[in-house]
């Protein structure tokens, strides 16, 4: 990361593919005034002209190009290393977010010097909550908790349309906001992580270090995807690759065999 705190906020946001969604998600930020926050657009490959789009319609944007798709780790952290702001968001290029939301954002980490990381509230297009903005660590206990939850009781195991500030475990990485000196203390995403669980793994680390991570839903952003893993076989694979790898990390041996067997029976029990 750049030693040189010239800007509030770095806004570091990944493409893949996803021209049309990118220029919805620019148009958004550049609606007002973004003088004293930076923007940088870290483009995986992409073969449907995003970078071109980027250049001629955003030249205040800095954009990073990469020959090959690096996963959303590894772009990040490329991001990360030449940010220069006080705080550093990751924000999906399938959002929409405003000025007065990353604002509160701002306002927030601002005002709570002991929070490391926080995200807003994620809404659906339609304006409803997001599931999954947060949560608790993926133990084998939380895992069957929340399992339970969905597949017997037919319910979430958290209310994501809280009204105040709540300190989680982790929050989505789809609009995550984290401290300058954080990151320099525990590092960047894990980059062993091609995607998935990478924001639960950075969020783990943080606490660890001392610091809070917290939901503050009074800023919202919309986050058009989200959508579930189901449709997609690839994603779902990575999916659990990401928890595997999660678990050897940061649980051992005893927990991995039981999140294998868990994952069994939930896959069998799935409508």
């Given amino acids: 990361m750049s030693s040189e705190h010239t800007k509030r906020l ?6 893949w593919n996803t021209r049309a969604l990118l220029r919805e998600c620019l148009h958004s930020l550049h609606r007002e005034a973004m003088t004293d926050n930076e ?4 483009d995986n ?4 002209g995003s970078p071109q789009m980027v250049q001629d319609s955003f030249p205040q944007v800095k954009l990073l190009t990469n020959t090959h798709n690096l996963g959303f780790t590894i772009a990040n952290n490329q991001g990360m290393k030449i940010a220069q702001g006080r705080y550093i968001l990751l924000l999906n290029s399938d959002t ?6 990353l604002d509160a954002l701002v306002q927030f980490m601002d005002n709570h010097p002991d929070v490391g990381a926080c995200s807003p509230r994620l809404l659906r297009p339609d304006g409803t909550p997001q599931p999954y903005a ?3 660590d993926p133990t084998p206990g939380y895992l069957f908790a929340r399992g339970f939850n969905q597949i017997i009781l037919r319910r979430h195991l958290h209310n994501w349309g809280i009204d105040k500030p709540l300190a989680v475990d982790w929050v989505s990485g789809a609009c995550l906001m984290v401290r300058r000196e954080v990151i320099e203390q525990v590092g960047g995403l894990d980059e062993n992580i091609f995607m998935y ?3 639960n793994d950075w969020c783990l680390r943080i606490r660890k270090a001392g610091w809070k991570v917290f939901y503050v839903p009074q800023a919202e952003i919309t986050h058009i995807g989200g959508q579930s893993l189901n449709q997609n ?17 940061h649980y051992g041996v005893i927990a991995k065999v039981l999140l294998k067997g868990g994952l069994a029976v939930y ?5």
């Fill in 10 to 15: 770095s806004i570091i946001i990944l493409n």
């Fill in 39 to 42: 923007i940088i657009v870290v």
């Fill in 45 to 48: 490959a992409s073969t449907d």
């Fill in 96 to 101: 929409l977010a405003s000025r007065a939301a």
């Fill in 134 to 136: 947060f949560g608790k």
């Fill in 197 to 199: 669980f990478e924001d």
């Fill in 233 to 249: 076989p690839k994603a779902r694979q990575a999916y659990y690759q990401s928890l595997a790898y999660f678990y050897d990390k």
């Fill in 267 to 271: 896959r069998l029990m799935m409508p």
